[in-house]
């Protein structure tokens, strides 16, 4: 997971394998759904602010980002999840 704000300055990020790092997606059925909570690590010097929260999936050996196809049929390299709210 990622959150960036302005011109692409991240001020959050988390890395890691599904389902708490036990459940590879080599794992996973077709039409599966898979429910995964992570905490982010927030930067210390990030302002306060909303900011879009996005997820993505990438091969572990390259860290090339596998494509996410939206509801609409799209295909898009990291998926809007929802915002993160940073207080001061």
Known sequence: MQSYY????????KDALPVCDREPTTTWDVGELVVDVHDVTVAADAPPGVYPLFVSLYRETNG???PI???TGELVDALQL???EIQE
């Open 6 to 13: 302005g011109d692409g300055v991240m001020v959050a990020q």
């Open 64 to 66: 090339e980002r596998l």
């Open 69 to 71: 196809r939206q509801p």
């Open 82 to 84: 929802g915002n993160l």
